[in-house]
């Protein structure tokens, strides 16, 4: 089945230690979205690529990265994880040339720092 | 002022118990809306689309009234398994403009109870 993908499910990681969350796809999506979501708010959306194109909400803080080396492929990286960055990490897709606005979710990575 | 709003509940309903969703949002250039369904430490899941003329799936139904910028959604004859987090979803940019961006209400979550 076509579907999005989350690696790891949950991540552990130190104070200030670097992380690196992945996800996959095998919808041929064109358009990729990272959202963090913590317990009983909004997913709140990171930044997304565009095809090659990565676009960053203005809020996004710099500690927060991301990389899509190919169309099926996409990371976030955490640079120096603090406290604060523990939540839900959800990647998502869609399609820019159907009609359909949905966005396709992947089980998410849970993210704990120590 | 956030730009969708919901009641967070909880609502705690019994089986059998019709139940009502409202949702407001703030950008009136918004194009389309959505409810998405979030099973608790999962992720979100298209529930349905939101059109003016209203629209029906099974048990559920959504309106939208654009002129007061108001959102809703009806669950007849509540079933257990309908208990789970209740975002309001709305589009505030079609692929003309570049990218498809979701904003998500902070959901209303549903207890159906035996």
């Known amino acids: 089945d076509a579907m999005v993908i989350q690696n790891p499910r949950y991540q552990v990681t130190q104070f200030g230690k670097p992380v690196t969350l992945s996800c996959s796809q095998t919808?041929?999506?064109?358009?990729m979205y990272w959202y963090q979501q913590k317990s009983s708010q909004a997913p709140k959306l990171l930044f997304h690529?565009?095809?090659?194109?990565?676009?960053n909400e203005a809020d996004t803080p710099d500690n927060f990265q991301s990389r899509r080396p190919n169309t099926s492929f996409c990371f976030l990286d955490i640079r120096s994880p603090g406290l604060g960055d523990a939540a839900m990490y959800l990647c998502?897709?869609?399609?820019?040339?159907?009609?359909?606005?949905?966005?396709?979710f992947g089980p998410g990575t849970r993210l704990t720092v120590t | 002022r956030k730009e969708v709003e919901q009641d967070p509940g909880p609502f705690n309903v019994p089986e059998g118990a019709t139940v009502a969703f409202n949702c407001t949002y703030s950008n009136s250039a918004s194009q389309s809306f959505f409810w998405y369904r979030q099973d608790c430490r999962k992720e979100p899941k298209l529930l349905m689309s939101?059109?003016?003329s209203g629209n029906e799936d099974g048990r559920f139904t959504a309106q939208l009234n654009r002129a007061s910028q108001y959102i809703s959604l009806l669950i007849r004859d509540s079933k257990l398994s309908d208990s789970a987090t209740y975002l309001c979803v709305v589009n505030t940019r079609g692929f003309s403009g570049g990218y498809n961006k979701l904003i998500f209400g902070a959901g209303t979550r549903l207890a159906v109870h035996p």
């Open positions: 939101v059109y003016s």
């Open positions: 690529y565009y095809d090659k194109d990565f676009n």
């Open positions: 998502a897709t869609s399609s820019s040339s159907g009609t359909s606005y949905e966005q396709y």
């Open positions: 919808l041929n999506h064109n358009v």
